[in-house]
């Protein structure tokens, strides 16, 4: 299983590396999306990658891309990444785990939704009965379902800066009333369409970030990557019950060792333990496999 946890491509012009991507320019209209083996959690870089995590995101997201195209297109173009970097070593990074992608403009913000009362969600909710200002039914326990999904954006802040979760107005204020109610319209059918596919292998998408760019002509496109463990809460269906946080597929496992830790939560984060490196990358590839079966 090879690890990566920088990409270092002599072949394309290096545009921007993110939390666990580096972009290429590949040309004019088109980009190379390198998934590292980097991890983020708490908005900080993890100095130590998850083996073969870059690989599974690339299998998980082609997967999902070409399952809810029909919900909205993707940024995907089908050109294969290793026919446009030159060296067998630039080959070898991008094997298995890179698009080439249409060049689109990114929207400003991370569209999220929440089918079910954990995390921060949860925490919110019991401070103030809402989540993110949706004001929700007194009486709910953690992890259970809610009464509809919920979309609930967030900014998009830069490496190492936080995230900050926004109303929709504040959405509208950024996008425009049309195309936050788009973005907000094709996040919540992206969600129903996944979790009710999920349901079927056994796993529970309990909440989930899409992105979404647009074209020259203002075509909206899901772009970034989708519902993988990176940006997904998945439980297991067997091991469900309302009122605790069922085991998740997912980098919950390494917050969790994260927060037990005594971490600030400020860079630099801690080095983590070869076991619980291990653990994390099996749980993704498990995920992997419940999902798609292979």
Known sequence: MSVLHQSSLSSLTL??????RDLYEVDDQHLLIVQTDRLSAFDVILPDPIPGKGEVLTTMSNFWFEKLQRVIPNHLTGI???SVVKTDADRAQV???AFVTKKLKPLPIEAIVRGYLAGSGWKDYQKTGSVCGIKLPAGLREAEKLPEPLFTPSTKAAVGAHDENISFAQAVELLGEARACEVRDATLALYVEAANYAAT???IIADTKFEFGVDQAGKLYLIDEALTPDSSRFWPADQ???GSNPPSFDKQFVRDWLEASGWNKHDPAPRIPADVLQKTADKYREALVKLMGA
């Not at 545009?15 to 666990?20: E, F, I, Q, S, T």
């Open 201 to 203: 292998r056994g796993i």
């Open 95 to 97: 094997r298995g785990r």
């Open 80 to 82: 294969n990444p290793e």
């Open 240 to 242: 469900y019950r309302v």
């Open 15 to 20: 545009l921007h590396r993110g939390k666990v």
